[in-house]
């Protein structure tokens, strides 16, 4: 036991000691910030775009009007729905559905007021959404050009040229006209690859033609907007609500939580076992496994290797734990108290813990009998195929475990061990069935059981000799005592 704790130690310190297990503690935390960020970088970081107006005609400005009106309606729908996310964080989702029914009935100055009254703190740092694409008034001799060709070939000059409206080009010209009795639109843009302002006019026409066949059927206008602003008020409820009734954010989030945890166990396994397998092989190349097999046996390199690699896995599992902790106790406070309430119910934690335990010691003890076969990464790649298409399966079924959880086909993967940590990871907050929670974990230690004899057996022939992996090899190492 001692010299197995050895070679643990010795796994654990070769790998601590590198830049690339920090880089991999860090890379997660630092890539899930960025990409929560990324989104809002890359907003603010695009250059403004100017656009320009004009009717194609002798129009008197109506349809121009009317679709500056949609345009603007459109950029404060985004700002209540903007207005409404920012209380998430300090009021949970009852403030974001408060500042969001102030919006619909009062506005952007009603849903303001609510923001401050359910989330003080949003509420200061509250800044309206960018607007990256803005109209400026139209050039005069873009305005003068007469309707059709003429206007088409000044639009043409504007966007293709270098002349300025203020600081900066135009990006775009909008040219109204109607076409079959429909507003219709045609617009000349800087960049061919641009399509931001076209998104906008579409819309903006949609919503125009929309009320003017209202009006033209004498449908009153008061009436098209009390149908527009209208929210419907449904409630959810279900039996199995915390409340016995109507269904929270809290309700829904053990299925988030159970396919979160399924995808970080599916990267933590493959990571882990891949580093296992990629050390065995650098041993082998080496020569170093021969020498530790002179003082150590095959089993107890084996379990040490496995169990070195696993305080790693659970170290840095417990530091993406902590940092994902503090950085959701500080931005998300009553989502972490929420995230705390339903790992503590009913044993969760200690069921996801169980089914990593018995996962990782799965295909951790494959990986590294499998890179004692193995001298270079091109021998591995061939053997990996098969073990890649078990480890993806599971993915596309974790996904309906949150919708179904109980469905035929699930309950049946849930028994096949290759699938058994994941899918039941995925599973186990929907609170299945004890006699499936405790079936499915007997089944999956006693396989894991079964390939750490197996792999035992075949990790110690590859490690004692030269054979790549067959089917002759393996037979051989399976009869060899």
């Known amino acids: 036991m001692n010299r197995t704790l050895l070679i643990a130690q010795r796994e654990v310190l070769a790998y601590v000691k590198t830049v690339g297990f920090w880089l991999s503690l860090l890379s997660l935390p630092f890539f899930a910030v960025l ?23 002798a129009g008197n400005g109506t349809l121009a009007a009317s679709v500056r009106q949609a345009l603007e309606a459109d950029y404060q729908r985004n700002t209540l729905s903007s207005l409404a996310l920012a209380a998430v964080a300090e009021a949970g989702i009852t403030g974001r559905d408060a500042v969001r029914k102030a919006g619909d009935t009062g506005g952007y100055d009603a849903a303001l007021a609510e923001l401050k009254r359910v989330a003080p703190r949003a509420a200061a740092s509250f800044k309206q959404p960018r607007r990256s ?4 008034e139209a050039p005069s001799d873009l305005v003068a050009a007469a309707a059709g060709t003429a206007k088409d070939d000044m639009a043409r000059q504007w966007v293709d040229g270098d002349a300025t409206v203020g600081e900066h080009k135009l990006s775009a010209v909008v040219i109204l006209s109607e076409k079959n009795g429909a507003p219709a639109a045609r617009i000349w843009s800087r960049r061919a690859a641009n399509n931001d302002v076209e998104g906008m006019i579409k819309s903006a026409l949609a919503e125009v033609n929309r009320k003017q066949t209202f009006a033209a059927n004498g449908v009153d206008a008061d009436v098209v907007k009390a149908v527009e602003s209208y929210r419907p008020d449904v409630t959810f409820l279900s039996p199995r ?3 016995g009734g ?3 954010f809290r309700d829904r989030l053990p299925m988030i939580i159970g396919l979160v945890c399924g995808f970080m166990m599916w990267s933590l396994i493959l990571t882990g076992a891949t580093m296992l397998m990629n050390g065995v092989m650098e041993e082998k190349s080496n020569k170093i496994l021969e020498v530790l097999l002179s003082s150590v046996t095959a089993t107890e390199l084996l379990v040490g290797k496995v169990l070195g690699v696993a305080v790693l896995t659970l170290t840095v599992m417990g530091g993406w734990a902590l940092i994902s902790t503090v950085g959701l106790s500080v931005t998300l406070p009553e989502v972490a108290r929420d995230i705390g309430s339903v790992m503590l119910a009913n044993g969760l934690w200690l069921y996801l813990l169980l089914y990593l335990v018995g996962g990782y010691l799965m295909y ?4 590294a009998a499998i890179g004692a076969f193995c ?5 591995a790649q061939t053997l990996m ?5 078990a480890l993806i399966v599971p993915l596309l079924f974790m996904q309906m475990a949150i919708r179904s959880p109980d469905a035929l086909l699930l309950k049946v993967l849930s028994f096949i061990p290759p699938f058994t940590p994941f899918i039941m990871s995925a599973r186990a907050p929907s609170q299945p069935p004890m006699i499936e929670v405790i079936g499915s974990l007997i089944v999956m230690f006693a396989f894991a059981v079964l390939m750490m004899w197996l792999s035992g057996r075949a990790f110690r022939a590859g490690a004692m000799s030269d054979a790549k992996l067959s089917w002759k090899s393996f037979l051989g190492a399976m009869r060899s005592q």
């Open 241 to 243: 609500a915390a409340s």
């Open 133 to 136: 694409v803005v109209e400026v």
């Open 246 to 248: 109507e269904v929270s």
């Open 385 to 389: 195929g098969p073990v890649m298409m």
């Open 35 to 57: 990409g929560g960020f990324m989104p809002v970088l890359l907003k603010r970081a695009e250059p403004l775009q100017q656009y320009a107006i004009v009717e194609d005609g």
């Open 375 to 379: 001298e270079t990464p091109r021998d």
């Open 364 to 367: 951790a003890v494959l990986f």
